[in-house]
Antibody, heavy 115, light 107 residues
Framework: EVQLVESGGGLVKPGGSLRLSCAAS????????MNWVRQAPGKGLEWVSS????????YYAESVKDRFTISRDNSKNSLYLQMNSLRAEDTAVYYC????????WGQGTLVTVSS | DIQMTQSPSSLSASVGDRVSITCQAS??????LNWYQQKPGKAPKLLIF???NLEPGVPSRFSGSESGTHFTFTISSLQPEDIATYYC?????????FGQGTKLEIK
């Protein structure tokens, strides 16, 4: 089955760190650009970051630049998001998505930043 | 950044109605526009890509069109299972940006 499964979310204090993971299956992971998109509670969708197939190119939203780091391990069919210096406004469901088309989404993992 | 102005923000219609949602891009994005459906508690689902192409498996009552920087999403005959929030999204340039969403309800 073609799917993406996120993990690693949870409750963290402001200033803390968290690492999200996304496990891909059912397709050739290394052939696709991958992305993270988030959705704050009751709000719309916000693109967070993208990484090219070979990890040569990484892009970030201004709101997370210098705090978040996207990476991937094609040998493990996995995508990651290292989140540092977390703020209350980073509270959201984080989705792993495939390709420029965002044609495949995981179920999401909730990150809550609160003291 | 490219701004995507989506309207209306909410819409109430009856089963069988024709429903349309529009999205205006702040600059030329060619046809690099997607439409997504999101049901409560679920991840968004891609319905239409490249402005007018139906994703495989998506019912044909869904369609999309474009006119310059103006994009329209249409449901030809609203069904109860279409109750959801719909988003447009451009992928012409990074950062990818989304419309604000349209919450569709049944009258």
């Amino acid at each position: 089955e073609v799917q993406l499964v996120e993990s690693g979310g949870g409750l963290v204090k402001p200033g803390g760190s968290l690492r999200l993971s996304c496990a891909a299956s059912g397709f050739t992971f290394s052939s696709y650009t991958m992305n993270w998109v988030r959705q704050a509670p009751g709000k719309g969708l916000e693109w967070v970051s993208s990484i090219s197939r070979g990890s040569n190119h990484k892009y970030y939203a201004e709101s997370v630049k210098d705090r978040f780091t996207i990476s991937r391990d094609n040998s493990k069919n996995s995508l990651y998001l290292q989140m540092n210096s977390l703020r209350a406004e980073d509270t959201a469901v984080y989705y792993c998505t495939r390709d420029r088309l965002l044609d495949l989404w995981g179920q999401g993992t909730l990150v809550t930043v609160s003291s | 950044d490219i701004q995507m102005t989506q309207s209306p923000s909410s819409l109430s219609a009856s089963v069988g109605d024709r429903v349309s949602i529009t999205c205006q891009a702040s600059q030329d994005i060619a046809n690099y526009l997607n439409w997504y459906q999101q049901k409560p508690g679920k991840a968004p689902k891609l319905l239409i890509f490249d402005a007018s192409n139906l994703e495989p498996g998506v019912p044909s009552r869904f369609s999309g069109s474009e006119s310059g920087t103006h994009f329209t999403f249409t449901i030809s005959s609203l069904q109860p299972e279409d109750i959801a929030t719909y988003y447009c999204q451009q992928y012409a340039n990074l950062p990818y940006t989304f419309g604000q969403g349209t919450k569709l309800e049944i009258k």
